[in-house]
């Protein structure tokens, strides 16, 4: 029976969770409150930096899309500016007004595909980058079924799935946002969705499948 297959741990009905890489927080000793602005371009950032300074919590957050706005609102950050197209280098042309002037820290995974913090400081937007996580792959055991929607959340989620699985011509792929799609197979089909969350993806791989 064919199965919509979320590369993610975030639970959701009739969805299938296939794990197929792992987050790992990284600390650090940073000084967050010498700084004007934070930028986040992931929610796990946010939950590795808070898992050990609450400071940050004092300091303005610009973000890249509604669904790590939602997770500061809820740990008691400072929202001031939530990103419109979601995508890293567009994001990063949307801050350069906002970020004039400003002393700028950027709290990142190890691995990532956007030019932001070049664009941002090509701008003389003074910025630091600071690497808060990491993903790693890790061993899948499930047996995949013939005629499923597979919902890719980034590129270390293709770069796992494809260690592991080889893809079938009954399979198709959606993909969260456009950096992702990059890292497809050249022989893979996918769609993109129109907004940079889960929740999309999820609904367009229902209309998919049924």
Known sequence: MAKIYLL???????VENLEVFQIEYI????DVLSYDAL?????????SLDSFNKDWKKIDSYV??????QVIGKLGGKVVFT???????????ELIELLKDKKVLYAKALKTVSNLVEILKENKILVKEIVVYKTSCKKSNVSLEENSVFIFTSPSSVECFFKQYLWKDSYKAIVIGKTTAKYLPKDVNYIISSETSIDECIKLARQTLF
Do not use: M
């Not at 930028?39 to 939950?47: D, E, L, P, Q, R």
């Not at 890249?64 to 706005?69: D, E, L, R």
């Not at 990103?83 to 042309?93: L, V, Y």
């Open 64 to 69: 890249i899309a509604p669904k790590t706005s």
């Open 8 to 14: 993610s741990n975030q639970k959701y009905s009739n």
């Open 83 to 93: 990103g419109i197209t979601s995508h890293g280098n567009e994001f990063a042309q």
């Open 27 to 30: 600390k650090s000793n940073i």
């Open 39 to 47: 930028v986040f371009t992931s929610k796990n950032a946010v939950y």
